[in-house]
C-alpha cells in the first residue's frame, strides 16, 4: 500500500482546502518545491500534485510550480487540476510528471479519456470526486446527474486502469475516509484505485489496507500530514513502503 502526500496548489502556494471549498483554505507553505522536497526526503514513495487554479478555471495556472516540483524531485509525480485538452497532457508528460489525472473532461469529453489511454496507457488516471454518490467537476463545484459508480464504469470501458477516488465531504476534515465507498467502486470496477479524502489516522491507513486485497493502492494523504496527526515517516516504516520501479 502506498502512501502519497498531496500537494495543492493556488495562487503559488501550497494549500488545503475543507470539502473543496475556497472559502476554508488554509495555507501550509509558500514554497511548494520546498515542500516537495520534503516529503522526498521523508521517504515519500509519490506525490499527488493538483493545480486548484486549474481546477477551478479549466486549465493549469501554476505551471511553473509544477515544473519546479518535477525538476526538484526524482521520485514519479502524478499530477491533476483543469486539465482538458490532448497538448496540456502531452506538456505534462514532456515535464517530466509520471502520470496525468483527468477530471471533469471525463464527464464533458470522454473521447479524450479515451483517446489519452490508447496514447499513454497507465500514465492516465481519472479522478472521480464524489459528492452524495455523485460526481462533481469544475473543481467540485458543479454536481453532475451522474454516480460516481456509473462513471468509473465508463471510464473502464474507455481502457482506464487506475481511479483516484475521493469523496468530498471527507475531504480536508478528518474524519476519516469513506470505506464503504471506496470498497464498493473496487469491487464493482476491478480497478486499480487510490483513495483520498479524510485519512486523518494510522487507524484509517490501516483499515485502507485491509482494502488492498480489492485493488486500493494507495492512499492520498493530505491535511493530516500538514497538521502532524501522521507522521510521513512512521506511517511509511509500519507500511514498509518503496517506490515503484515502475512509475506509470
Given at each position: 500500500m502506498l502512501i502519497i502526500p498531496a500537494i495543492d496548489l493556488?495562487?503559488?502556494?501550497?494549500?488545503?482546502?475543507?470539502?473543496?471549498?475556497?472559502?476554508?483554505?488554509?495555507?501550509?507553505?509558500?514554497?511548494?518545491v520546498a515542500m516537495a522536497r520534503l516529503w522526498e526526503a521523508m521517504g515519500a514513495p509519490w506525490l499527488h500534485v493538483v493545480d486548484l487554479d486549474g481546477a477551478f478555471t479549466g486549465s493549469p495556472k501554476?505551471?511553473?510550480?509544477?515544473?519546479?516540483?518535477?525538476?526538484?524531485?526524482?521520485i514519479p509525480v502524478q499530477v491533476g487540476g483543469g486539465i482538458r485538452e490532448m497538448a496540456v497532457i502531452e506538456k505534462l508528460l514532456e515535464m517530466g510528471a509520471s502520470r496525468v489525472i483527468l477530471g471533469t473532461v471525463a464527464i464533458i469529453n470522454p473521447g479524450l479519456v479515451a483517446e489519452a489511454c490508447a496514447r499513454y496507457g497507465e500514465?492516465?488516471?481519472?479522478?472521480?470526486?464524489?459528492?452524495?454518490?455523485k460526481v462533481a467537476i469544475e473543481g467540485w463545484g458543479v454536481t453532475a446527474e451522474k454516480k460516481a459508480l456509473d462513471l468509473a464504469l465508463e471510464m473502464k470501458d474507455l481502457g482506464v486502469k487506475r481511479?483516484?477516488?475521493?469523496?468530498?465531504?471527507?475531504d480536508g476534515t478528518l474524519k476519516g475516509p469513506n470505506l464503504a465507498a471506496i470498497e464498493e467502486v473496487a469491487r464493482v470496477t476491478n480497478l486499480k484505485i487510490i483513495a483520498s479524502g479524510g485519512v486523518s489516522s494510522l487507524h484509517d491507513l490501516h483499515q485502507l489496507k485491509a482494502l488492498e486485497p480489492l485493488g486500493v493502492e494507495a492512499i492520498i494523504v493530505g491535511k493530516a500530514l500538514y497538521t502532524g496527526a501522521i507522521n510521513l515517516q512512521?506511517?511509511?516504516?509500519?507500511?514498509?513502503?518503496?517506490?515503484?520501479e515502475k512509475v506509470c
Open positions: 493556488r495562487a503559488g502556494k501550497c494549500v488545503r482546502l475543507v470539502e473543496g471549498r475556497l472559502d476554508r483554505e488554509t495555507v501550509y507553505s509558500d514554497d511548494p501554476n505551471w511553473e510550480i509544477i515544473r519546479g516540483i518535477l525538476g526538484a524531485v526524482r500514465c492516465i488516471v481519472v479522478g472521480i470526486d464524489a459528492k452524495n454518490g481511479l483516484v477516488f475521493t469523496d468530498i465531504w471527507r512512521e506511517a511509511l516504516t509500519l507500511f514498509k513502503e518503496k517506490a515503484e
